[in-house]
């Protein structure tokens, strides 16, 4: 079966430093997958997605980058962290059906 | 361009009452319904979905109508419990039009809370 894990789980970071989130998917093969952020007592803001090594779309223009190294990892990127980062960010994979399944989540406080 | 509607939460019941969380949505085509949900700090777990029109998902006693006619996909639950409490997110697949990749377009998030 399909697992998906993302790493930290929480985190604290100052303003100005940097950013590496990732995500790893078990259990099927060349998966879309995606990045998500949600703010505190707010939705799911869409902010880039993959469709296959090296593919990256981004939703939103923003200080995060994306890359896709592997088939089954996708890594969240900053060079720079602002307060407005923080929040609740998810990974997600889909493979040929339209429901996309969801990981654990990053908990990231920007102080 | 397509968007869901979902009604402002938060909702709060009470043990054993119905739940219905309206849901709309606005697209082209004939797009997949789903019905997410959030437990306190974790991820999103698919609740069900529907794929074409008079679908009926259901899932753990909670069912959702796909209703073309009406541009909804209400989620109800007769008898809530307190595990219950959590955010509902309704979405719609984007379908593959124009270089859309097929994405979920989710609604804001409905807060349920069930009291004892």
């Known amino acids: 079966s399909q697992t998906i894990h993302q790493w930290p789980a929480t985190l604290v970071q100052p303003v100005g430093s940097p950013l590496s989130l990732e995500c790893t998917v078990e259990?099927?093969?060349?998966?879309?997958l995606y990045w998500y952020r949600q703010a505190a007592g707010r939705g799911l803001q869409l902010l880039f997605y993959s469709v296959g090594i090296g593919q990256i779309s981004s939703e939103v223009p923003q200080n995060l980058s994306a890359s896709r190294p592997q088939d089954r990892q996708f890594i969240l990127s900053s060079k720079k962290l602002l307060l407005s980062d923080s929040g609740f960010y998810l990974c997600?994979?889909?493979?040929?059906?339209?429901?996309?399944?969801f990981g654990p989540g990053t908990r990231l406080t920007v102080t | 361009g397509n968007s869901v509607t979902q009604m402002e939460g938060p909702v709060t019941l009470s043990e054993e009452a119905f739940l219905t969380i309206n849901c709309t949505y606005t697209?082209?085509?004939?797009?997949?319904l789903f019905w997410y949900v959030q437990y306190p700090g974790e991820g999103l777990q698919l609740l069900l979905k529907?794929?074409?029109?008079?679908d009926k998902g259901s899932n753990k006693g909670f069912e959702a109508t796909y209703r073309k006619e009406t541009t909804s996909f209400h989620l109800e639950k007769g008898s809530v419990q307190v595990s219950d409490s959590a955010v509902y997110f309704c979405?719609?697949?984007?379908?593959?039009?124009?270089?859309?990749?097929?994405?979920?377009?989710f609604g804001k998030g409905t807060k349920l809370s069930v009291k004892p």
């Open positions: 697209a082209t085509g004939y797009p997949s």
């Open positions: 529907a794929t074409k029109a008079d």
């Open positions: 997600a994979w889909r493979v040929t059906s339209y429901e996309q399944y």
């Open positions: 979405a719609l697949s984007d379908m593959y039009y124009g270089g859309s990749q097929g994405n979920l377009i």
């Open positions: 259990g099927t093969s060349n998966p879309n």
